[in-house]
């Protein structure tokens, strides 16, 4: 007999479930390089970014607002190809993703484009247990806007209820979800520092395994 779940559950991507952090700061210099951008920051001014859209990470990062789509063709370039390589599932995020899988319909909540999501998950073997994905292009306003969770909410043709969760790692999941009127829940094992969260939820985890009960 199938078990009903009543519980949805979202999962932001980059410093939840994976760790992408050496393509995405290596594809930044790449871009730097390929168009003679001298960048003045370091490493930990893109990992303090990480979360926004592209072209809002480059403008922070000093790149003029009328170029920063080039630099965003060119990290997409380099990205295409190092993305699977070099990303791996964070510990305990697959049995996560399992646990949940059995009491809550899952998705996923990411600024991250579904042309290179679906293929990180697919080679992680996680695709198949989120119901839907949505990425950057499927919303005009990302998070911290709630549009992205409302919309993996419309997929899933999910209307009102108390349990909805959306997971993240950073301010702007925590943000997008009391906004959206969900439970907000933080994991620290990102890019988010947990003075920082704990301002926006009072649910903070290390272990994805047990921030939600049945």
């Not at 949805?8 to 003679?36: M, P, Q, R």
């Not at 859209?53 to 630099?71: I, S």
């Amino acid at each position: 007999m199938e078990i009903k779940k009543d519980k949805i559950i979202l999962f932001d991507l980059d410093g939840t479930l994976i760790d992408s952090t050496d393509a995405i700061v290596g594809c930044f210099y790449h871009s730097f390089k390929e168009l003679n951008f001298d960048f003045k920051g370091d490493e930990e001014d893109i990992k303090n970014e990480i979360g926004y859209p592209l072209d809002v990470m480059y403008a922070t990062l000093g790149v003029e607002k009328a170029k920063v789509w080039d630099f965003v063709t060119s990290y997409k370039k380099e990205y295409r190809k190092v993305s699977e390589a070099k990303t791996t599932l964070l510990p305990n995020a697959l049995e996560a993703v399992q646990v949940a899988s059995g009491f809550a319909r899952l998705g996923i909540v990411t600024t991250k484009t579904t042309q290179y999501t679906i293929p990180l998950l697919e080679n992680f073997g996680i695709f198949d247990y989120f119901e839907t994905i949505i990425g950057r292009q499927e919303v005009t306003h990302p998070k911290p806007n709630p549009e992205p969770i409302n919309k993996a909410l419309e997929a899933l043709n999910v209307t009102n209820s108390s349990d909805i969760y959306m997971i993240g790692d950073t301010k702007l999941d925590l943000i997008a979800a009391n906004k959206a009127g969900v439970n907000a829940v933080a994991v620290t094992c990102g890019y988010g520092k947990k003075d920082e969260l704990q301002c926006y939820t009072n649910a903070i985890y290390k272990k994805k395994k047990k921030k939600i009960q049945k």
